[in-house]
């Protein structure tokens, strides 16, 4: 769906408020991961392996899901974030009213 300028530029913003909760979800694991060794749950060893598999698990995802993102792509992502609970209706009400009006109808019907 095509966007004006002034909803790209919403978009933009709510796209990098979803990236920004990602790298702290994402840190959050790793949080996770290292205290369970800290607290002896796990071995050096296998804290080390699961660090590194949840690094890369997270790498793709936020690849696969920021990187590369162009204007045409834009409304794409934002209705990602809207599903996924990372931005809310308030995020949404910023853009034009056909659009906010188009992923709330989109969100309702998924």
Known sequence: MDLSKPDKKTARELIEKGLYKDY?????????????????????????????VCAEKSIEYIDNRYSYVTGSHYFDVVFQLYLDNMIDIEDINRFSTEISGKLKQLKESW
């Open 24 to 52: 702290v979800r994402q840190l959050k694991k790793y949080d996770k991961i290292l205290t369970e060794w800290k607290s002896g749950k796990l071995t050096p060893e296998d804290a080390y392996k699961k660090m590194t």
